[in-house]
Each structure stands twice: as structure tokens, then as C-alpha cells.
């Protein structure tokens, strides 16, 4: 008998029947390593884990598993009796939200990589979870191989966490990277990433920032203990970014970047500082950003994923590497395998949902950021001072203005200071109205700076 099997409670000969629901991209990987690192598998949890089934719509395609694997009916899979622990990876909300449910209620370990689901239910889930003690594991959720919902949950459990800024999706990287380095338009990138395998062929959750937005929210409430939802998430895609954006962000040394944003703000208008027993409030928003080259996320590029998180007393950390594909996500998902399949060798619990601090959400409003506005303007004496006065009659302090071109083709480039959106907001349909400005061209924020 093995110090594994003398510890667990489990019993070293009773295996731990592992049900795997979708055989796609990542649950290939999944089921591909747990068939080929079985015996490591075992050692590392103390029992061996048994593939008791795999779940497809499809039965038709050899998928090199033996057929008796396989089913359509993932509902009789989950309710066996010889499956322990089920392992989703089927995606969207249903039916991995009545097949997690199922588990849960029935005692059996989840582990999920389903981003979309948890973002809108992880308090149900979670809930589920906690009644019949049972585990729910994400770590695949968000950004694929990168491990930073554990490092959430539990390397920082007895730290502030202050700050979130990721790249957490890959498809719109490769897409504003590629941009960025050959001057292409989006359309030509985006067919690009098509013909790669990066974008799916509807794009809609990536490039619209649906997906950075269900991970921000899981990111924020791990972060911030606080239940947040994707409707919590302020959100704006990458469609309508221009190769000029990329040219006028490197005129000034910066790039562009799709950026999920989590951070403390202070308390709302009105209302007591957290000083004076009022409350911080939580500011979640993804949008495509100005970011200096310099900014540690700046140089991740392609399709790869970087997550900084900024702790009281840990610092600033940064994680970084591969934010999805089958293999790399399915690592992540192998991870939780083991760390459920081992709770239930040695009778221990996952951590369980934390939302003690309930902090409000700031509404993108009144979140200031810096502004960078592109102008099309008339070129001849006193429109700069005009412009310049819309800003200041609404408040917005200018940081820089370059002109750029002449004639017919002059542009003003105007960064900001620090605003708040509804000013910026209101500033930019001011700017509209001048004779003067023939168009504004382009308002996108910047971030990573110190000012
Ligand atoms: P795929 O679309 O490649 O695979 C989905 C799988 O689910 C397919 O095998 C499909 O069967 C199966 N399926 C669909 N509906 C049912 C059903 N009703 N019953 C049983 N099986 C069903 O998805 P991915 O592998 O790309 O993604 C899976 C999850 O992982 C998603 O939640 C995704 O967000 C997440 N994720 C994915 C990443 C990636 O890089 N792909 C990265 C991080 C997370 P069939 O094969 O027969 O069509
Ligand atoms: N579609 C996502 C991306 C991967 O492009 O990063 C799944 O989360």
C-alpha cells in the first residue's frame, strides 16, 4: 500500500469515474491526456481515473476512442452511478447549465472551462456546489493555459487585489497585432484569422467582446469578492478599429489593444468615501485601448493572452501564455481534474464561492480615463484655440494636441488628461456640431499610463 493509499479516505483500489461531456476542441485533449497520462494521473491523485464516457452530438466521426465511449445522451452520463467527477467542455449555456446542475445536486465534482455559463451563473452553480458539498472548478475559463484563477482564489486569498488589466483573447490579438505590424485593415485580418483557425467562422463573441467580457466578470469577482455578471461588464469590440488608429496610436509610441479592466474605484457622487464608512465601488469594462509601447502588455502578441494583477502587498504580477487552443486549455482543465479527483482521495473541499464584500458597480460613466480623439479638421488660423475651448467648456483637460497633415487633409490629435466618460462623451458631440471639424474621426482611450 502506497503513503497515498494509507492518507486517502477514498481507498487506493476505487477508482474515480471521470465523465467527459463534449469531444470538440478541448475535450479531445482532455479525453487524449487523461488516456495517455493515466498511470501519472494516478500516482499524483493516489486512485486511478477512469474515462467512464464521453458526450458528442455527433456519433458518426471516428474519434479514435473506442465506440462504446460515446453517447449523445449526456443526461443517463451524468447520472451514473460509476461517475464521480464530470468534466464540461460542450460550451454555451444549454444544456452545461441543466448537466452541471445535475452533478452538483447529485454530489459529483465539476470541472468546466465554460466562460459564457459562469459569467451569468456562477451563483447558482455555486450554490448547488456548496449544498451538496460538492467541487466547481474553472480554471480553463478564463484565458485557456494561463493559471490565474487559482492564483486568485488561493495565492492571493490573504492579499488586496486592486487591479486587473489582461489581453484575454487571442483572436482579437492576433487581429490588432497583425494590424499593428503590417498595416493592414481589420476585414483583411480578421479573414486572416479565419483561414488560421483563431476566429470562428461567426466571430461575433470574439471581436464584439463578448468573451472578454464573461471572463472579465469572473475575473472581477474573484478579485474583488463580489458577485459580478457579464451585464455588470461596460463593452465595446474591435470592429470598427481602422489601420489608422494603429498608425496615429504609433505616431505616439503606443499600440492597440483589446483590454478587460477590473479595478477599485472610489465611491460614487454623493455618496461617503470608504474612509467614512461608505463603500468602493468596482469598475468592470473591456474596450479596445491605447496602451504605450513600453506597457508590459504592449509585447504580447498573436494570438496569446496576458493577465497583470496589481495586489496591496504582492505587487504587480503578471501571468502570461497561451489564452486557448485544445491542448493548452485542456491543461488547465487536467489541473482541476486532479485537484477534485484528490479532494475526494483525501476527503478535502474546493474553496467555495466568496462574495462577502457585495461592492457596487461603477457605471462606465463616471470611470475616468484618458482620451485620445482623432479629428478631421478645417486647416486655417483659430480652430486649434476652438477646439481646445470645447474641451475646456466641458471640463476635459488637455494633455497633447498634434496636428497632422495640411489643407484638405489636416487632422488634430488631442489627448487627454484623466475625464470621466459622460464629459468626454459630451465633449465629442460639441466637437461634431463645429463648422470647423469636419469629422471626428476616432475617440479611443489610453491606458498604462502613469499620468
Ligand atoms: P467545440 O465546439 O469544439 O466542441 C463542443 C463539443 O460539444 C463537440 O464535441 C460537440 O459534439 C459537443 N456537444 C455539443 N452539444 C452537445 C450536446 N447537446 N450533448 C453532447 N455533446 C454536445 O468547443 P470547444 O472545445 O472549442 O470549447 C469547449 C468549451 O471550452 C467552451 O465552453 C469554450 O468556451 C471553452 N474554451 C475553449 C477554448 C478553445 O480554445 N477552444 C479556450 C478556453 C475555453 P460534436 O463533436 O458531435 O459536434
Ligand atoms: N475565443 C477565445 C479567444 C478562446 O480567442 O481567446 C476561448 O476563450
Not at 483573447?169 to 483583411?188: C, K, Q, R, V, W
Not at 494603429?246 to 477599485?264: G, M, N, Q, W, Y
Not at 463616471?366 to 470645447?390: F, I, M, S
Amino acid at each position: 500500500m502506497t503513503a497515498n493509499a494509507k492518507n486517502g479516505v477514498w481507498g487506493a483500489d476505487r477508482p474515480i469515474g471521470v465523465a467527459v461531456l463534449g469531444m470538440g476542441n478541448v475535450g479531445a485533449e482532455v479525453v487524449r491526456i487523461l488516456r495517455e497520462h493515466a498511470e501519472d494521473l494516478r500516482a499524483r491523485v493516489g486512485a486511478p481515473l477512469v474515462l467512464r464516457g464521453v458526450a458528442v452530438r455527433d456519433l458518426g466521426p471516428d474519434r479514435g476512442v473506442p465506440r462504446d465511449l460515446l453517447t449523445t445522451d449526456a443526461d443517463a452520463l451524468v447520472a451514473r452511478a460509476d461517475v464521480d467527477l464530470v468534466v464540461e467542455v460542450i460550451g454555451g449555456i444549454d444544456p452545461p447549465r441543466r448537466l452541471i446542475m445535475a452533478a452538483l445536486n447529485a454530489g459529483k465534482s465539476v470541472v468546466t472551462a465554460n466562460k459564457a455559463l459562469l459569467a451569468d451563473y456562477t451563483g447558482e452553480l455555486a450554490a448547488a456546489a456548496e449544498h451538496s458539498r460538492a467541487d466547481l472548478y474553472f480554471e480553463a475559463a478564463v484565458a485557456g493555459a494561463i493559471p490565474v484563477v487559482r492564483p486568485l482564489i488561493q495565492s492571493l486569498a490573504g492579499d488586496r487585489v486592486n487591479r486587473i488589466v489582461g489581453i484575454v483573447n487571442g483572436t482579437t490579438n492576433f487581429i490588432l497585432s497583425a494590424m499593428d505590424e503590417t498595416g493592414a485593415e481589420y476585414s483583411d485580418t480578421l479573414a486572416e484569422a479565419t483561414r488560421l483557425g483563431y476566429a470562428e467562422a461567426d466571430p461575433t463573441a470574439d471581436v464584439e467582446g463578448f468573451d472578454a467580457a464573461a471572463k472579465a466578470a469572473i475575473l472581477a469577482s474573484l478579485a474583488f469578492h463580489t458577485r459580478v455578471t457579464a451585464a455588470d461588464v461596460y463593452r465595446e469590440g474591435i470592429s470598427r478599429i481602422t489601420s489608422e488608429d494603429l498608425e496615429t496610436a504609433s505616431a505616439l509610441d503606443c499600440t492597440v489593444k483589446l483590454l478587460a479592466i477590473c479595478e477599485r474605484v472610489s465611491a460614487g457622487p454623493g455618496e461617503p468615501s470608504p474612509e467614512d464608512g461608505g463603500k468602493e465601488r468596482v469598475s468592470v469594462r473591456v474596450y479596445p485601448a491605447l496602451i504605450p509601447r513600453r506597457h508590459p502588455l504592449a509585447a504580447v502578441t498573436g494570438a496569446f493572452n496576458a493577465v497583470v494583477v496589481e495586489a496591496e502587498n504582492a505587487g504587480r504580477l503578471m501571468f502570461y501564455g497561451q489564452g486557448a487552443g485544445g491542448a493548452p486549455t485542456a491543461s488547465a482543465v487536467l489541473g482541476d481534474v486532479v485537484m477534485a479527483a484528490r479532494n475526494k482521495f483525501y476527503g478535502g473541499r474546493a474553496p467555495g464561492e466568496s462574495v462577502y464584500a457585495e461592492l457596487p458597480i461603477a457605471p462606465i460613466g463616471d470611470t475616468p480615463t484618458r482620451y485620445h480623439v482623432n479629428l478631421q479638421v478645417e486647416d486655417r488660423p483659430g480652430v486649434l484655440a476652438k477646439v481646445a475651448g470645447e474641451f475646456a467648456d466641458h471640463g476635459v483637460s488637455i494633455s497633447t494636441v498634434r496636428q497632422e497633415g495640411h489643407g484638405s487633409g489636416a487632422r488634430l490629435v488631442v489627448v487627454t488628461h484623466h475625464a470621466e466618460e459622460s464629459a468626454l462623451v459630451d465633449t465629442v458631440a460639441a466637437l461634431a456640431e463645429m463648422t470647423s471639424v469636419t469629422s471626428v474621426t476616432s475617440v479611443l482611450r489610453l491606458e498604462g499610463t502613469e499620468e
